[in-house]
């Protein structure tokens, strides 16, 4: 069984950095693709970023891009999304999810694997 506990939500104006962390156990970490999708409220969900387990291959949604950077430490067990210029659509809960494919998933229902949620609020 795969535990996702995500950290680091909280109030940002907009234009600041925000990082989110995310701790995984019961699986060996460095196999897992590992992404974070997001939800704002009566919104659908979005994967805003993922990497293979190898951390060779990322995917960021548009709405992100150039703004989001995913990375993990497979030493640490930890993946990691770093957020810059935040905009107040950014404000949703984010989640760290994971499956133990060897493909990137472009799609929150590619993910087996699902953390409680951290929240993100980015104020104008």
């Known amino acids: 069984q795969v535990q996702l506990v995500e950290s680091g939500g909280g109030l940002k104006q907009a234009g600041g950095s925000l990082r989110l962390s995310c701790a995984a156990s019961?699986?060996?970490?460095?196999?897992?693709?590992l992404g974070w999708v997001r939800q704002a409220p009566g919104k659908d969900q979005e994967l805003v970023a993922a990497?293979?387990?190898?951390?060779?291959?990322?995917f960021y949604a548009d709405s992100v891009k150039g703004r989001f950077t995913i990375s993990r430490d497979n030493v640490k067990d930890a993946l990691y999304l770093n957020m810059n210029s935040l905009k107040p659509e950014d404000s949703a809960t984010y989640y760290c999810?994971?499956?133990?494919?060897?493909?990137?998933?472009?799609?929150?229902?590619?993910?087996?694997?699902w953390g409680q949620g951290t929240v993100v609020t980015v104020s104008s």
């Open positions: 999810v994971g499956n133990s494919r060897l493909e990137l998933g472009y799609f929150p229902w590619d993910y087996d694997y």
């Open positions: 019961g699986w060996t970490f460095s196999s897992l693709t």
């Open positions: 990497i293979t387990f190898s951390g060779d291959e990322t």
